[in-house]
């Protein structure tokens, strides 16, 4: 009986690896042109860059460049109309700014609602959570009207302070702080910590993953921000790149190469700082339990 069963078994275990194997190459593949065309018009952007304008509008277009040059992006860099560095420094300074009061407010708001029992906890969150569900445009004029009243238009505080709280942040920090034992918290009552030095000696080290998570999306968020950029800021000296780059695109909008070379500049920190902590972002959402 063992002679005539074990070779079943052995085709049986032999097909079923047939068909793993396969499943799992057919994912790779569909993966693998999934990245294709998601990669692709970046790509086509950042060679573009390298070219000139009649040959990126040339038929049949060509790929590669045919005669790389540096030209466009010196063009930029010595445009005397575009203070690219000064650009640079107010979108650095807005998001930055951003990023460290969303993961504070998040982080904080986070903890109260996890290990915190107080009347009224569920509905506040709830309340919280529906803000999400709100579109920008309903909130942009009441949000306008309050930075009339505090002196914060044309300012980069005007960026700053309405960005600083991210419901959808504490909403995943809150999830990823439920997961800490309680009796780790207990512990440091007992030892006559503080409530704040709890939160910050004890809950802040156990949340990394979730803070690059949450400080990655919150940067790339604010960092492309166009529209309440464009609402809020006046003055030329205070534009963000996203603004400066409509503005070139619209002052040079035959001039292919050197809008391409622009879009490389506006986008490669944003390319940066996500090659840096991208295994973040994963373990973050896995141990958050999101998916």
Known sequence: MATITQPAVRRRLYRDQIRYTLRQSLLYVFLGLGCLVTLLPFVWMFLGSFKTSSEIVQVPPTFWPANPTLGNYLEILNDPHIPLVRFYMNSLIVTVAVVILTLFTSSLAGYIFSKYQFYGKNVLFVLVLSTIMIPFPVLMIPTYLILVKLGMIDSLWGLIVPSGVSAFGIFLMKQFIESLPNELIDAARIDGSSEWGIYWRIILPQVGPSLA????????????????PLIVITTNEKRTLPIMLTWYNGMNYQRYDTVMAASVLVVVPVLIVYAFV???????FALSGMK
């Open 278 to 284: 991208q295994r973040w972002i994963v373990e973050g």
């Open 213 to 228: 998570t949450l400080g990655v999306l919150t940067f790339m968020s604010n960092w492309n921000n166009y529209l309440w």
